[in-house]
Structures are given as C-alpha cells and as structure tokens.
C-alpha cells in the first residue's frame, strides 16, 4: 500500500480531497435531514 502512495501522490491528493468532498456532503445531507424531522 506505501509503495503506492509513494509511486503517484498527485492522485493520492486529488483522491484525499474527493474523499473528504464526499464526506462534506454525507455530513451536510444528515444535518439537513436532522432538522427537518
């Protein structure tokens, strides 16, 4: 697994940041969700 982080960082970054996008909008969408009921 190391071998592969250190062999293409730059789609470990954008992979990290869509991640932490798609964990943004989970959270938002169960806010949301938490205030309507």
Known sequence: MMN???MD???FLS???VT???ISFIV???A???IKS
């Open 4 to 6: 592969e982080l250190n």
């Open 9 to 11: 960082p730059v789609f």
């Open 15 to 17: 992979l990290l940041a």
């Open 20 to 22: 932490g996008t798609a």
């Open 28 to 30: 938002f969408a169960m």
């Open 32 to 34: 949301k969700r938490k």
